[in-house]
């Protein structure tokens, strides 16, 4: 079965800091990967896809993600955090289900 | 305004007691899920549904019930024999298959007491 694990359940940055959060696939076959970004008490919301056709991936808001087969990674990055940031981010992997790691809180430093 | 509409969105039941959240979307998909969400957990598939008329169990289906009659429907009843219902509770849809991204609910938060 396809899995994803989400590295550090909480990260915190300063305003304008890289931000860079982690997620590793198990999967045996190619995967298709995504990146949610959920705020308090809401549903969630996509940010980005993987769909093969590029391992640079682009998003909203000025996120984006590299797949890298060689180390099984699906990183989310973004140049400059915002306070507007702040939110709890999913990786997930799909096969007909779609597969949620544990989520990663972002909390952003003034 | 296509989207997928979850009700209530706070739901309070005494133990012991059946409860069904409503979810209904009108983006025409075919695909539908119910996920549990917990502090910490992330979240965790309940059922599934990629087609009317058929579902499948997701990781945690003990104590839950599920039906698909309707495409834009796909209701969820948490039973008297879930040990611990209290939950955040998400609905979503996809096209169907496997590169489709899922659009999500506002949620409904459970609480039994």
Redesign the interface.
Known sequence: AQSVTQLGSHVSVSEGALVLLRCNYSSSVPPYLFWYVQYPNQGLQLLLKYTSAATLVKGINGFEAEFKKSETSFHLTKPSAHMSDAAEYFCAVSDYRIIFGSGTRLSIRP | DGG?TQSPKYLFRKEGQNVTLSCEQNLNHD?M?W?RQDP??????IY?S?IVNDFQK?DIAEGYSVSREKKESFPLTVTSAQKNPTA?Y?C?S?L????????????T?LTVV
Do not use: P, V
């Open positions: 997928i695909a899920y996920y910490g957990q992330g979240l965790r598939l599934y990629q997701g955040f998400l979503a996809s169907g298959g496997m590169n489709t991204e899922a659009f999500f609910g506002q949620g938060r």
